[in-house]
């Protein structure tokens, strides 16, 4: 009964955590002509590992976007940051139901001390964003691909604990769909920082 009410609990998780990260583009998207600046995002998004993630998590920004790729870069951040946050709330939900193993709850605890790692990090590239200017602009620039890859490294250690035949398999791949989700845009966000880095070189 534990394991029944677990796996409905995980699911409904799951499916809250596609609404809001927006992994992929709503109905209402779909239906609407295409905006004036998606064509921007969708090349820009070419240049990254997952140009899929990377469109439908930008598109409804497209109206602030426009074609600045410094706004577009710092949106990517921000989308990345307010789904690591979502992510984290949902893990410290899930540390609390019922039917995970002593280790289990260990391993998430140690998950979200790096998810909250990650998301300082996040927060710290996204105001050095703000500081990019003049002749500072490589310098800031590092220091912002820097926080970003930390913050990548973080999210790629969650997963660690759940590794393992003591740890169940539907807990381990669960915890792997969100932390991959997570990873993969700021996988794309560093792609998009770089992108924008080499326009200044």
């Known amino acids: 009964m534990e394991g029944s009410s677990f796996k409905i ?5 799951l499916i809250l955590l596609v ?3 927006n992994t992929k583009p709503s109905l209402a998207s779909r239906d609407l002509a295409p905006k004036p600046n ?3 995002i969708r090349t820009s ?8 993630i990377c469109f439908s998590s930008l598109l409804r920004h497209a109206d602030s976007i426009q074609t600045s790729p410094k706004v577009l870069t710092a949106t ?8 690591a946050k979502s992510t984290s709330a949902l893990f410290l939900n899930l540390s609390q139901s019922h039917g995970l193993k002593p280790r289990e709850i ?4 140690d998950c979200l001390e790096v998810l909250s790692d990650s998301v300082y990090e996040l927060r710290e590239s996204i105001a050095e964003m703000g500081k990019l200017k003049g002749s500072d602009f490589q310098v800031v620039m590092n220091d912002i691909e820097t926080w970003v890859s930390a913050a990548l490294t973080d999210e790629d250690t969650c997963t660690d604990g759940f590794e393992g035949k003591a740890m ?3 807990v381990k791949n669960d915890v792997r769909k969100f932390i991959l989700n997570i990873a993969h845009m700021t996988s794309n966000a560093l792609a998009l920082i770089n ?3 080499s326009l200044h070189v």
């Open 106 to 109: 260990g391993a998430m605890k």
């Open 76 to 83: 990517a951040l921000n989308v990345t940051l307010a789904a």
């Open 45 to 52: 998004c070419s240049a990254t590992i997952y140009p899929r």
């Open 19 to 21: 609404i809001l990260s």
């Open 195 to 197: 992108k924008y880095a």
């Open 9 to 13: 609990f995980v699911n409904s998780l």
């Open 168 to 170: 169940n398999g539907n």
């Open 38 to 40: 998606t064509d921007f």
